[in-house]
C-alpha cells in the first residue's frame, strides 16, 4: 500500500521501497498480471472520490513499477 499525500500524485520518497519490493514480487512471478488500484478521499462538500486523482496515483505507481522492470504491458492502472 503506497500513501500519497493530500491532493498529491506523488509517491512520498519512503513509498519508492514499498513499490520496489511489490516489483520484485511481480518479477518472481513473470506471467502474472500485475493490477494498481488508485484511490483518492472523497472531496469533503459532495462526498464523491475523486477519479481524476485516484488514476494519477494509479498511473504514477504504474510508471515507478514500469522503472524497476515491469514490463507495461503486463500493469494495468484503474482508479476508484
Known amino acids: 500500500v503506497v500513501f500519497f499525500q493530500d491532493d498529491s500524485a506523488e509517491p512520498p520518497p519512503a ?3 514499498v513499490i520496489q519490493d511489490a516489483a520484485g514480487v ?3 512471478f513473470p506471467a502474472a498480471p ?3 488500484l488508485g ?3 472523497p472531496a469533503a462538500a459532495d462526498a464523491t472520490p475523486i477519479a481524476g486523482l485516484s488514476r494519477q496515483r494509479a498511473e504514477r505507481v504504474a510508471a515507478e513499477l514500469e522503472r524497476f522492470g515491469i514490463p507495461r504491458s ?3 492502472v484503474q482508479g476508484r
Open 15 to 17: 513509498a519508492m521501497q
Open 26 to 28: 511481480a518479477r518472481s
Open 34 to 36: 500485475v493490477r494498481v
Open 39 to 41: 484511490y483518492a478521499a
Open 74 to 76: 503486463r500493469i494495468t
